[in-house]
């Protein structure tokens, strides 16, 4: 289970959505969705493939406009904001996609140097220089620096990828499927690098994910959607006891109970002979 949360500057929710609706044509995703993320906290999201994940993550980052409902972000409402406030409070988000994360023709370090020169405006040694400290912090040696995302392993473009995320200090993280494609020991050591990032710097995540190591190992809490909506958000030993069938075959099933043994360190005998 993940650590304890750090101590924030305020009690108030990072994130507030409430009575979301997205439809595309009339196929309606969300119908009145609420989901708050606290915080410091690590909250992962969870659902039946096409229950709209990815697309409450676009929601909230600016990138599908809703088609109502409201949602805050650090105290604002975005429906209410200019493009100029918009691109203010968008830059307090790093945002990791499961795809196209890197730019192939740039190196490392120019490629976490680019957001740092874009909206920070720094001068390219400064923002190169700061690019090494991020690689560092997300575990890539300094010769990583020089390299280009072909010439690395999966989970090196993963960290390569938290690093850009992290770039410009973000107050929330929003990674959808950070895991996918990487080995269990490279996914557990990413879940593990994540909790350790967001103890040391106070960031809030909003993480989108099929995998239930991660859910164990660093989410705080964990939402379920199902029927257009967040069907139950709670620490994961309440919702993986929610009476709903999806939720009880994804937990329960046989990858559920494993990755359930895995961090709890006891089998499900032992849970039954208490
Ligand atoms: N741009 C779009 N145009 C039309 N329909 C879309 C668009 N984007 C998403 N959808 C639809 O919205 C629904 C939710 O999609 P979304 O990608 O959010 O699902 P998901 O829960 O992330 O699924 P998965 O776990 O498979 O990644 C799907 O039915 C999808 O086809």
Redesign the pocket.
């Known amino acids: 289970m993940a650590s304890d949360k750090p101590t924030g500057q305020s009690n108030q929710p990072v994130i507030k959505v409430r009575g979301l609706v997205n439809r ?1 044509g009339a ?1 309606v ?1 969300h119908e009145n969705l609420d989901l708050t993320l606290e915080r410091g906290e690590i909250l992962g999201v969870v ?1 039946g ?7 409450l993550l676009r929601s909230i980052v600016g990138l599908k406009r809703p088609n109502d409902g409201t949602v805050e972000v650090l105290g604002t409402t975005l429906n209410e904001l200019n493009e100029t406030q918009r691109s203010q409070i968008e830059r307090r988000f790093g945002v990791l996609f499961q795809r196209g994360a890197l730019f192939s023709s740039l190196n490392l370090q120019e490629n976490i140097a680019l957001p740092l020169i874009e909206h920070a405006k720094l001068p390219r040694e400064d923002a190169e220089h700061l690019a090494r400290v991020k690689l560092s912090l997300v575990g890539l040696p300094p010769q990583a620096a020089l390299q280009f995302p072909e010439s690395l392993s999966g989970g090196m473009v993963k960290r390569a990828a938290l690093a850009r995320a992290l770039a410009l200090d973000p107050d929330i993280l929003f990674l959808d499927e950070p895991t996918a494609g990487l080995d269990p020991i490279g996914a557990a050591a990413f879940d593990q690098l994540l909790v350790t990032l967001r103890d040391a710097l106070g960031f809030s995540v909003f993480l ?1 994910t ?1 995998d239930l190591d991660t859910l164990y190992a660093a989410c705080d809490r964990v939402a379920v ?1 199902s029927q257009k909506r967040v069907l139950v958000v709670d620490i994961i030993d309440k919702v993986a006891g929610t009476d709903d069938e999806w939720i009880q075959d994804y937990f329960h099933g046989p990858r559920g109970r494993a990755a359930q043994r895995a961090h709890t360190g006891s089998s499900n005998n032992a849970n039954v002979q208490e």
């Open positions: 595309f196929h995703v659902g493939s096409g229950t709209g994940k990815s697309v989108v099929h959607l």
